[in-house]
């Protein structure tokens, strides 16, 4: 991939194009019946009032997150996917830049993001603005897509699409966030977590295979070679009946360190 490419040219056509793509696989995107999103929103309290959701496309945390007496502001840069996400969910919602967030410092008491942690980059930048508006003892929870712990087995159908395809889906950032430790210093973030699980999306029709496909980032694979991965999935879902692609993702907490308080004096 050639250097200086413009990642934000291209996310804006992206989702100007498939708003509503991601949520359509990650909601179908299972492991023990929950989906990513349940597993993310499972790391805020519910003492939480308000929180913030970065790259909320068309807002599936927002309405996972929801509760009686909690706000959840829904932050994206993609107009397309933020009609969607207001027709589907409360909000409310806000097209913003997460680098910049319209937010005073220390207003909210947790921010999250579904796979947007490798998309908003750079990511000292990311943590050094979550860290200004969250509240301290606030929490900021992200997953992002990694490699372990997929077994050999479940990267046959991976493979087969990758095969095809000719290339990778690609990222912004690192998909590992191997550089994430010595992003947080001087932030007034720490990690408190660093989990893993696998998720499986099941192909068993035409339409499955497209979807899954059209949901990848592939800036430089042609059309050619996405409807090749498509053909190959229909013919081994038509031969062996429904396959699965797996996914593994990571899920990061960081907390922001609570004001150090002095004791009273003897």
Sequence with gaps: MK??????????????????????????????????????????????????????????MGRELALAD???LGVDLAESEL???????????????ALNLPLADASVDAVVSSMGAVVIQPARALFTEVGRVLKPGG?????A????????????????VVGRLRSLPRFPGPT??????????GTGLRKVEDARER????????????????ALYLPTTSARRRAAAVEWLVDRTTKEGPVRISLA???????????ATRGPEL
């Design 176 to 185: 590992e966030i191997t550089g994430y430790k010595d992003a947080l210093i």
């Design 3 to 60: 250097k200086g490419f413009d990642w934000g040219a291209y996310l804006a056509a992206f989702h100007t194009a498939r708003p509503g793509i991601t949520e359509e696989v990650l909601s179908r995107t299972l492991s023990g019946g929950h989906t990513s999103y349940r597993w993310l929103a499972r790391a805020v309290s519910p003492r939480a009032q308000v929180v913030v959701d970065l790259a909320c496309g068309s807002g599936a």
């Design 83 to 97: 009609r969607l996400a207001d027709a589907r969910g409360d909000g409310p919602f806000i097209c913003a830049d």
């Design 199 to 214: 998720y499986h999306f099941e192909v068993a029709t035409p339409q499955d295979a497209e979807v899954i496909v059209s």
């Design 145 to 160: 897509p990694t490699v372990l712990p997929l077994h050999p087995r479940d990267l046959v159908t991976s493979l087969g």
């Design 70 to 72: 909690r706000t959840v």
């Design 139 to 143: 929490i900021f929870a992200f997953t």
């Design 249 to 259: 993702m990571r899920r990061f907490v960081v907390l922001k360190q609570p004001v």
